[in-house]
C-alpha cells in the first residue's frame, strides 16, 4: 500500500520559517511528479509546488521567491521550505503524487503573532 507521510507543520511567527518533509512507503519515488497542495479554511485545495523527475519545479505565483522544493529521490523524500510566511499561509498543506491520485494526511502550518 502507497502511502506518503508528512512533517515539519506547526505555529508561526509572520516572517518566520519553515520545512516541511514528505516521505514515502511503497513506492518508487523518482518515477513520479511529487506537489505540496494547501487547503486553507472554507478554501479550495490549491496547488503550491511541484518538482518533477528531472528536478524542474513548477510554483504557485504568490509563493515564488518564498518557497523551494527540492527532491531526495535516495531518500524518498521531498522538501518544501518556505520563508518570510504571512497569515495567508495558513492551511493544511498535503504531499501528493498526482499523476496516481495519492495523498497525505496533512500537516498543519498556522502563521499568526
Known amino acids: 500500500q502507497v502511502q506518503l507521510v508528512e512533517s515539519g507543520g506547526g505555529l508561526v511567527e509572520p516572517g518566520g520559517s519553515l520545512r516541511l518533509s514528505c516521505t514515502t512507503i511503497g513506492i518508487i519515488f523518482s518515477n513520479y511528479v511529487v506537489s505540496w497542495f494547501r487547503q486553507a479554511p472554507g478554501q479550495k485545495r490549491v496547488l503550491v509546488a511541484s518538482v518533477f523527475g528531472n528536478s524542474n519545479t513548477l510554483y504557485k505565483d504568490s509563493v515564488k521567491g518564498r518557497c523551494t522544493i527540492s527532491r531526495d529521490d535516495a531518500k524518498n523524500m521531498v522538501v518544501l521550505e518556505m520563508n518570510n510566511l504571512t497569515p495567508d499561509d495558513t492551511a493544511i498543506y498535503y504531499c501528493?503524487?498526482?499523476?496516481?491520485?495519492?495523498w497525505g494526511q496533512g500537516t498543519q502550518v498556522t502563521v499568526s503573532s
Open positions: 501528493a503524487l498526482p499523476g496516481i491520485n495519492v
